[in-house]
């Protein structure tokens, strides 16, 4: 069965400095993989996506992703974190059957000035 | 703004009572999904819907029903609430395999 992994609960960072926010995925096909971002009291909003093509990926906002299939991880990064990028931040995967998103348990991205 | 409306905001309700969440997918979009964010079952596919034909299920209780309407509009009936149902609730809609996403209903049972 498809599963995605966000093995960080809770990340804090330093506005202004770099993160990678880790993402690992079973699925046995290609997989679409995704990134959301939640900010408190909202919904969700597509950071990016991946369906095929080139493995690094870019997204609003200044995010960008690569796709590693030996790796099976779709790793999010930013260089240079701003104050208002504090949010929860979820990784999935569509499944191609019933076109149904399985999401991570999310990390929470704290950032300190 | 995603183009997805979901009514209402915010539903406080009691233990065995029934409430109905509201969708308006965007314009265009035939596909409706149904999802529940809980503190304890993170984000969970519940029912999908294709226009008017419902496409796939979830992890959805026997208690829970959906539908959609011709006008695309999609409903989540819920029904013998119980303290654990407190819950956000979104819904999204799709076109090409991308999901958009409401703002969602928070759901809180007393």
């Keep these: 069965a498809q599963s995605v992994t966000q093995p960080d609960i809770h990340i804090t960072v330093s506005e202004g400095a770099s993160l990678e926010l880790r993402c690992n995925y079973s699925y046995g096909a290609t997989p679409y993989l995704f990134w959301y971002v939640q900010s408190p009291g909202q919904g969700l909003q597509l950071l990016l996506k991946y369906f095929s093509g080139d493995t690094l990926v870019q997204g609003i906002k200044g995010f960008e992703a690569e796709f590693k299939r030996s790796q099976s991880s779709f790793n999010l990064r930013k260089p240079s974190v701003h104050w208002s990028d504090a949010a929860e931040y979820f990784c999935a995967v569509l499944t191609g059957t019933a076109s149904k998103l399985t999401f991570g348990t999310g990390t929470r991205l704290q950032v300190t000035l | ?110």
Excluded: M
């Design chain 2, 1 to 110: 703004d995603s183009g997805v409306t979901q009514t209402p905001k915010h539903l406080i309700t009691a233990t065995g009572q029934r409430v109905t969440l509201r969708c308006s997918p965007r314009s265009g979009d035939l596909s409706v999904y149904w999802y529940q964010q809980s503190l304890d079952q993170g984000l969970q596919f519940l029912i999908q819907y294709y226009n008017g034909e419902e496409r796939a299920k979830g992890n959805i209780l026997e208690r829970f029903s959906a539908q959609q309407f011709p006008d695309l509009h999609s409903e989540l009936n819920l029904s013998s609430l119980e303290l654990g149902d407190s819950a956000l609730y979104f819904c999204a809609s799709s076109r090409d395999d991308e999901q958009f996403f409401g703002p969602g209903t928070r759901l809180t049972v007393l």
